[in-house]
């Protein structure tokens, strides 16, 4: 419980951090002038780092995980996406790893009923992880109404998908609702089941503090704290123009806003987001399972020392010759 | 097989899942008898050229590591994770989502939070992240970083030996992190300071030697199958040929030791032995390469190659054109995915063909080296064996796929068919526990040793359950498998939890079901037991 105990304040922190900031004009030029620039370095070059290292390592074996039938007598009927024998069966391998996340779907759990274990579907972290990326990934796409003149269409159609309900003005978008509860439901279990908690750092529960400060900051600013929005997308379109222009006081709702996300861009090429990156580079899904069909060489491939046939008649020879086998020297 | 210094089942099966009060990093290991296997001893160690041979055991409280141990440790660390990309990856991706949690059969069999594979990682990660990440050094516990220390080698050492390297955790995690790939790292370097275990260096030290796990010297191998070949002879009326190290034979056949050592491996044997009796095949055995297994894959990568290089050696000098493998389970892992890549190309040989159906082994073109499920499946397939499943009809078979077949290669229709065609009577197992989803035996990766006796019965309780059920519900009395450690050790498992049910290879029920050119009335199956007619 401490470890929760100790994440949470980072809320406050954060809280008290943007509240200085915006009591400040000059604090305020640099959180929207200069550190937006420093974090996205930061982002960009921690990331490619971080996929470098991984790609600098070798793989020296072939070693896929196997979850379906091989290829191998031509009247076997074989799986050729859980068990790919070539590139169009990883591509679609790795597409339902990513956009669906088809392992975690085959998850289950167990209890003790009767004195034995019974097995059952645990579908619902499959459901509420879904949720919370694609959601996610769908609020970034409709933020890019902000870096956009004129909008890309997609990113107004996206909006209009995810705001069809029209409930209230402004309408409130679906992917928000999705995005709340998923993170809700990811928090809660991690708090809850003790099994998670024993094995959850401090930086777990952060990670999903922080995403939950930005979304409920976010929330508020659309719907009960209204911003100048004019004002926010000249800042923005400064940003991706480079001609960063001073925006005067937009508000401290905003400055916590943009804190939780700069503080969360920065850190995420050393955090285990870093998982965004490194799902299509795990050996164990992303190799065809061609083992036997094709050499698989490794880099540094070593001589170790070995115990020859020579060696082994020279010892056993005599023994060899009495038991009737033959022997290459007599 | 003494089960007295154990739990009895009904009190084993009361897990206590609720992790303890204290946090895992300040939870210390406990060698409770019956969790551990002994160490290596020295000699085996000395004949491998292994580091710091000496006298101790887990228990001890002095390890006797060398004086630099923390160094050669973190330096083993850093050299692995630049070789391998698995390795660092996953150790920085894990989400600790705990999707994997309960996938584990000693977590399930144990309820030791230690045993969730995403803890079992933890254990290492936690020194990676101290050493080798920005964060880790700088704010040390706060993002999950503790130092390396003798406690924490203790650890190490206690849960790298509890896992068996099955992989069913990585067929679950949405990154498909894989704790066979950590805990082989990770015994790599616990072998660097000489802690390892002797169930699984003195086979190794064995093979290295003699050519196989038991040591078994020539004269004893050519009179076991000998022996084999009179109850052969004695069940069928018909004398098989037992060829060894013989040049110019077509085909090498290698299998696990244990399948010509002691029961119920003896019968797979037999069965290997009659149908290429039956078939006419001109193949050999051979005594400097008389092991499939790798305890290799136990100890180091460095091992496996070492032990792994006798197979193509021996098929090279003998002239053969390729090589059929037995039923074994992490045989098989070596061989799919790390025998050509290390010991390769097998130029040498030839494409595998049958030469009894012409098939042409496509997905085998490279290593040169066919299993013999698929063999004999194919065989089957082209109509070349006459079967009478009904000499079977004593048998009520349910069928366990062993962990590396399964998840390394996908090894699932091939013996199935074979059953399904050598016998009436077959059960599946429940659907969360066969195929890529099976459940390890819990005493693979070199854990079958009598002192650990109570985490086997445990690690191989979900197993023994699921085969309990279809006991249950469809009279079973038989436990079909492709691996000789299965057949050791699913043999005690079921004495503990399912008395009753044995176990048998698919190629001893093959050959019950084989009908041999020119043999005599069978009234008994290989093993003696009369046929029900």
Sequence with gaps: MTKFLISVTVIPIVILLALGISMSPAMISILTGVIPYVVFVILLAGFAYRIVIWGKAPVPFRIPTTCGQEKSLPWIKANPVENPAGPPGVLGRMAQEIFLFRSLFRNTSVKIIGGRPVYDGAKWLWLFGLMFHFSLLIVAIRHLRFFTEPVTPCVGMVSALDGFLEIGVPTLYLSDIALLAGLTFLFLRRVIIPQLRYISLVTDYVVLLLIAGVAVTGLLMRHFFPVDLNALKTMAMGWVTFAPVASGNISVIFYIHLCFVFILMAWLPFSKLMHMGGVFMSPARNLANTSRMKRHINPWNAPVKVHTYVEYEDEFRDKMKAAGLPVEKE | ?533
């Excluded at chain 2, 899942?17 to 060698?31: G, I, L, M, N, R």
């Excluded at chain 2, 936690?126 to 993002?143: A, D, I």
């Design chain 2, 1 to 533: 097989m003494s089960f007295a210094k154990i739990p009895k089942p009904d009190d084993l099966i009361n897990i206590d899942y609720a992790p303890p009060a204290s946090e895992w990093t300040k939870t210390p290991v406990d060698f409770r008898p019956g969790t551990w296997s002994y160490s290596t001893a020295a000699k085996n160690l000395v004949s491998l050229g292994l580091p710091n041979p000496r006298a101790w055991q887990p228990t001890d409280e002095d390890w006797k590591l060398p004086e630099n141990w923390k160094q050669i440790i973190l330096d083993g660390m850093k050299e692995r994770l630049e070789k391998y990309r698995s390795f660092r990856l996953f150790m920085d991706i894990c989400v600790r989502c705990g999707a994997c949690a309960d996938k584990c059969h000693f977590y399930i069999g144990s309820g030791d939070p230690k045993n969730m594979p995403v803890l079992r990682a933890e254990l290492l990660r936690s020194v990676y992240r101290r050493y080798f990440t920005m964060s880790g050094k700088r704010f040390g516990k706060l993002v999950g970083a503790r130092d390396l220390t003798v406690d924490v080698l203790k650890e190490w050492f206690y849960y790298f030996y509890q896992c068996t390297e099955c992989r069913r955790c990585s067929v679950f995690c949405p990154y498909g992190i894989d704790q066979a790939e950590i805990t082989m790292i990770g015994r790599e370097l616990l072998n660097l300071v000489g802690c390892n275990i002797n169930w699984v260096l003195e086979p190794a030290a064995n093979c290295f030697r003699t050519g196989n796990h038991l040591g078994i010297q020539p004269g004893g191998i050519k009179d076991m199958l000998e022996f084999m070949a009179d109850d052969i002879e004695d069940r069928t009326g018909v004398r098989v040929d037992v060829p060894l190290n013989k040049k110019g034979a077509d085909i090498l056949f290698i299998t696990p030791s244990a399948d010509y050592f002691a029961d119920p491996g003896t019968y797979t044997c037999m069965g290997y032995m009659m149908l290429f009796h039956e078939i006419g095949l001109n193949y050999t055995f051979s005594t400097y390469a008389s092991e499939g297994g790798n305890f290799g894959l136990f100890t180091s990568h460095d091992m496996i190659k070492r032990l792994n290089a006798k197979i193509y050696a021996e098929a090279k000098r003998l002239g053969v054109k390729w090589i059929l493998g037995g039923e074994c389970g992490h045989m098989w892992r070596v061989i799919h995915q790390y025998m050509d890549t290390m010991n390769g190309p097998a130029d040498f040989l030839m494409e595998p063909v049958s030469p009894i159906t012409g098939t042409r082994f496509e997905n085998a073109r490279a290593t040169k080296m066919v299993h013999i499920t698929e063999f004999t499946a194919d065989l089957i397939a082209n109509g070349k064996l006459k079967l009478d499943p009904r000499k079977n009809d004593h048998i009520r078979l349910t069928f366990h796929d062993s962990c590396n077949p399964a998840r390394a290669m996908g090894l699932f229709e091939e013996p199935r068919y074979i059953i399904k065609n050598a016998c009436n009577h077959f059960f599946e197992m429940a659907e969360d526990t066969i195929r890529e989803k099976t459940f390890c035996c819990g005493a693979g990766a070199g854990l079958g040793n009598d002192e650990n006796m109570e985490m086997r019965m445990r690690g191989g309780m979900p197993r023994a359950m699921a085969v309990r059920d279809v006991v249950k519900k469809h009279g079973v009395n038989r436990l079909g498998c492709i691996c000789a450690i299965d057949r050791a050790t699913l043999t005690t498992l079921m004495d503990y939890w399912v008395p009753g049910v044995s176990v048998m290879g698919v190629h001893e029920l093959l050959a019950n079901a084989l009908i041999m050119t020119g043999e005599k009335k069978r009234t008994t199956d290989l093993r003696g037991d009369e046929i029900s007619e």
